[in-house]
């Protein structure tokens, strides 16, 4: 069977699938290996649909897995070419090639990081927790949405200025909140953000976190990183660049404390998001020039950012007002302009017919 990455789905993410899910996790936030059997199964293409989210760990995959609660509420997965029943929820699975306990330490700081993310948290994104698979072992999320933020670009529904507007806010949220409880270092670029439409406006989840460097000398592969040039500070980059060219370890990744990502590699990526969800017009440029210094100590930080933002945004609500304000003087002008004129050809073709009876007259008598 051909899968794809599945469309975006609207998911019932209850109360009762949340607390039915946590209540199968032991103290250590390890899932109950009996109960979470089908989705900790290989990944198999009837119910485990790939998705397209990027991860800069090698050979980390995710998968979507659609599911419902029978009435004992055990975990039921549904065939991934059917339609989804309608109590369904989703999953997200991502898998790893190392075994739990090699990640263990890793994915302590990691649950930390998305469980103080409450703003995403409550309607978007929950880590639930970790277990073994035949060939590695996986992290479960509950989420609300399978579609990434590079997907809903590329599919023109992020193209009017409100949209933008609600992506900009949520990103900007979930980051200051991050950087406020001492959680650093995010792989952001399109690919590792989901796209949540809301019932009143749409959001977004980051599913990126990689930490900072004493959390990265945690993961196996922390000197493996691939960190994409497109989206990643120039510190950053340039480190790839390094391992490309076989250079040898610096003293500093050598040992436990890895040199890694910053609150100022952060403001970077999400600079350059936000210059690619705006189109890179002038006044981005111009808004984005102190987040996107090649310099880390030049850059802006979120609290600044957010303040540019909401100035960037009255600003563009300001011209927006004023243009349909003279938009609709135009529209008024040109309606009264064509009323005068139909009254113009009115009055000529009454005077031209009053002309006619005249003469008509004349030769009568």
């Not at 073994?132 to 009017?160: M, R, Y």
């Not at 909140?177 to 796209?195: E, K, V």
């Not at 004023?322 to 073709?349: A, L, P, S, V, Y």
Request: proline share 5%.
């Amino acid at each position: 069977m051909t899968t794809k990455e599945p469309v975006s789905i609207v998911v019932h993410k209850t109360t009762h699938v949340l607390d039915t899910l946590l209540d199968h996790l032991d103290e250590s936030g390890n899932l109950d290996a009996q109960y979470f059997a089908p989705v900790l199964i290989g990944p198999n293409e009837e119910f485990f649909a790939p998705m397209k989210i990027t991860s800069v760990f090698p050979e980390v995959r995710f998968f979507v897995v659609i599911a419902h609660l029978d009435e004992e509420s055990n975990i039921v997965i549904e065939p991934v070419a059917e339609q989804p029943s309608p109590d369904h929820f989703a999953l997200i699975i991502r898998h790893h090639p190392q075994d739990l306990d090699a990640l263990r330490p890793y994915f302590e700081e990691e649950f930390q990081c998305y469980d103080d993310l409450l703003v995403q948290k409550v309607r978007d994104l929950i880590y639930i927790g970790n277990g073994p698979t035949p060939n590695g072992c996986c992290t479960i999320f509950l989420t609300s949405s399978t579609f990434t933020l590079e997907a809903a670009i590329q599919q023109g529904i992020l193209s009017d200025l409100q949209s933008k507007f609600e992506i900009t806010k949520s990103l900007i949220d979930s980051i200051q909140q991050a950087h406020q409880s001492g959680h650093i270092g995010f792989d952001l670029r399109p690919s590792s953000i989901l796209c949540t439409q809301g019932l009143i406006n749409r959001s977004i989840a980051l599913i990126g976190f990689v930490g900072d460097g004493n959390t990265i000398s945690k993961h196996p592969d922390h000197t493996k990183l691939r960190w994409d040039s497109d989206w990643t500070a120039p510190e950053l980059a340039a480190r790839n660049r390094q391992r490309r060219r076989g250079a040898a370890q610096s003293t500093q990744e050598q040992g436990s404390d890895v040199n890694g990502p910053t609150v100022a590699s952060d403001i970077f990526s999400l600079g350059m998001i936000l210059l690619h969800l705006f189109e890179k017009s002038n006044q981005t440029k111009e808004l984005l020039k102190t987040a996107v210094e090649n310099i880390p100590q030049n850059r802006c930080d979120i609290q600044q950012m957010r303040k540019q933002f909401d100035e960037f945004q009255s600003q563009i609500r300001k011209e927006e007002k004023e243009k349909r304000i003279e938009n609709e003087k135009q529209e008024q002008e040109r309606i009264e302009k064509e009323k005068q004129e139909q009254e113009r050809i009115e009055k000529e073709k009454q005077e031209q017919e009053r002309i006619e009876k005249e003469k008509q007259e004349q030769v009568v008598f």
